[in-house]
């Protein structure tokens, strides 16, 4: 063994150049790590002959494998994934492109993603385009670079159509949309019900004896936000509430735009006494801004959200809100594509799953006792 380190430090030090930095003359093979080339070199063998042999390649002999492991743990080396995949034409990597991941809902997707896809054995890259369709596009650029196995995509607020994926189709790199999709049946994509969900709040706001339910309505030119719209004005309907629209303020569902909604809402006479938001972002400013009135939760406003973000069970009173099973909706997202992987991506019909939100009531628009 002591002869094997002593030749494994004669090679660091002859392929130092290779290394691209100088050896730490008392930890001579820290901090360094050798190419393939130069295990190629050290040991008189071709680069092909190395590579068989880390993969263990059956026809090397196990000798030679045998001395490529150890020289290859003497000299720290590692494998350039990237380098395989261009080799290969396709990696062990699933591209991930998110608006973003500082919120629970969508961390938790990627929880789900990450999950999953490493029990099938895969690495996953995850890019944030900052609800920017630009940014979006470069996030695309940089997963088709780096030949990621598979694409799973949750689109920007700014994203209006979904052209720039053109390309990924055309290479039959397997692609599924998740919670924010296209409107097109041509597409794979996993979602939530959110009809079903913004049903399930307004009705139960309903049956709380709310009266004139406000909404805050997100970016229609996405269908969650239009579904979640959607469920709102046919709950109403359906209870033989005529829908007003000055009771719908359109914003991107921030913080302050709950605020300011709240603001614009007190200005009507009479005044709402319930809001279901399209986001507990927006949900949380309304929360706020009632208590600076010295407005109470639910006696004055009663308050319903969406997403279950994690500080609504944190907030004073707890706010109610739609859970997406955003876990699970990522686990669906990976399963879907390992099936199209398993299969030729060009003739994978495209397909959608569907999954049912749970509505969670908490305090904030509880005016009723629950029934026994």
Known sequence: MGRLRNFARAVAYRLRVSFHQPLNPRFPLARNTASISDLAKALDLSVSTISRALSDHPGISDATKKR????????????????????????????????????HFFMTVVKGIEALATKAGFSILI????????????????????????????????????????KVRKRGIPLVFFDRVPDSPAVSAVVIDDYQGAYQATQHLLDQGCGRIAHFAGPQHLNIYRHRRQGYLDALRHAGRPADESLVLYSD??????????????????APDAIFSASDFALVGALKELKAQGLAVPQDMALVGFSNESFTSFTDPLLSSVDQGSEQLGQSAVRLLLEMLEDEPARFAPRRTVLQPTLLVRESSLRRPPQA
């Open 68 to 103: 490529v492991w150890q020289l290859a743990r003497s000299l720290n080396y590692q494998p350039n994934h990237l380098a395989s995949a261009l080799r290969k034409g396709r990696s062990n990597l699933l591209g991930v492109i998110v608006p973003h991941i500082d919120g």
């Open 127 to 166: 890019c944030q385009s900052n609800e920017d369709v630009r940014h979006e596009r470069q996030n695309l650029e940089t997963l088709l670079n780096a030949q990621v196995a598979g694409i799973l995509v949750s689109l920007a607020r700014t994203t209006q159509d979904d052209k720039h994926f053109d």
């Open 253 to 270: 569902l921030c913080v302050e735009d709950g605020r300011a909604g709240v603001r614009q809402l007190l200005r009507q006479q009479p």
